[in-house]
Nanobody
């Protein structure tokens, strides 16, 4: 079993910065990749950034150049951070940590509980 615990988020003015962090604990050796998605009211959940040892970092076009994803791992814990700079009102959404799980029993996605990011003056 793997658990995802998110931290960060909150209210920030346009142009400001926030940092999101997600810690995965448990059977972390089954994690293939981690990333962040977001869902704004009335919209579908979308990929923000993803990182894996094989593919490196990948970003949506809307955040490229403003957001940076990073990760660290050891035998018991994986963490993935999202540094968000030059935030815009359209970045307002609930942000979800994601882990792409690939245990021998089959692949699946694991999600965090979500954290609200609001960009407003």
């Amino acid at each position: 079993q793997v658990q995802l615990v998110e931290s960060g988020g909150g209210l920030v003015q346009p142009g400001g910065s926030l940092r999101l962090s997600c810690a995965a604990s448990g059977s972390v050796r089954s994690i293939h990749a981690m990333g962040w998605y977001r869902q704004a009211p009335g919209k579908e959940r979308e990929l923000v950034a993803r990182i894996s040892s094989g593919d490196g970092a990948r970003y949506s076009d809307s955040v490229k150049g403003r957001f940076t994803i990073s990760s660290s791992r050891d035998n018991t814990k994986n963490t993935v951070d999202l540094q968000m700079n030059s935030l815009k009102p359209e970045d307002t959404a609930v942000y979800y940590c994601n882990a792409e799980m690939r245990p021998s029993s089959g692949w699946y996605d694991l999600w965090g509980q979500g954290t609200q990011v609001t960009v407003s003056s």
